[in-house]
């Protein structure tokens, strides 16, 4: 976030960020992926729809460049694209388990460790005080690697195994997480 110094001499004071910004824009666009995914899906096209996914992660990685480039990085956009994140990837879960492409219950096991994970950095941000999106690069890989799930299954590649594997690995992840969110000290908390 860019900090400017306001004119009454009373020191820094954070920037304010519009939420209407590039950044939010191409995290928004990543929508629009969705109802043609589901098309692709549907219509048994597995290599547009393999495609959509690998355009709805690149997306996710361009905002974050986007948001770097026009200095409009803020907590908003931070809680949008992880939320982003969740309804996209969750979409595409439970549309290609729907379909028979994917095994059912990991993907409900899935679904649930990132529903709690949710619930845990809700409470994360109101320990904070503030609107925090708590940092977990261990998350952020296995949030990747969901879109490699979804992938594996539109591609038709071993997608028991890798389904089925994934479950533990994520397991592992909110379970490190759990204890970090909620028993260790909020840098920079205001309670």
Not at 60 to 69: E, F, M, R, S
Not at 168 to 176: A, E
Request: proline fraction near 5%; hydrophobic fraction near 50%.
């Amino acid at each position: 976030m860019a900090i400017a110094v306001t004119a009454g001499g009373s020191g820094p004071a954070p920037r304010v960020v519009s939420p209407w910004n590039p950044a939010n824009a191409v995290t928004a666009s990543r929508f629009i992926t969705l109802p043609f995914f589901f098309w692709a899906v549907q219509n048994e096209y597995r290599q547009w729809a393999t495609l959509l996914i690998i355009i709805c992660g690149v997306l996710d990685k361009v905002d974050g460049l986007v948001a770097k480039i026009f200095d409009c990085r803020s907590p908003f956009g931070e809680m949008f694209d992880a939320i982003t994140d969740g309804i996209c990837y969750g979409f595409c879960l439970v549309v290609v388990a729907a379909h028979g492409w994917a095994p059912l219950v990991p993907v409900i096991l899935i679904i649930g460790l990132g529903l709690f994970n949710s619930a845990l950095r809700y409470v994360y941000a109101k320990r904070a005080g503030r609107t925090v999106n708590y940092k977990s690069y261990a998350m952020e890989a296995i949030v990747a690697y969901t879109g490699y799930l979804i992938g594996f299954a539109t591609g038709d590649m071993e997608v028991q195994f890798f389904y089925w594997m994934f479950v533990p690995l994520m397991s592992v992840v909110v379970i490190h997480d759990t204890k970090r969110m909620l028993f260790d000290a909020v840098p920079g908390a205001s309670r």
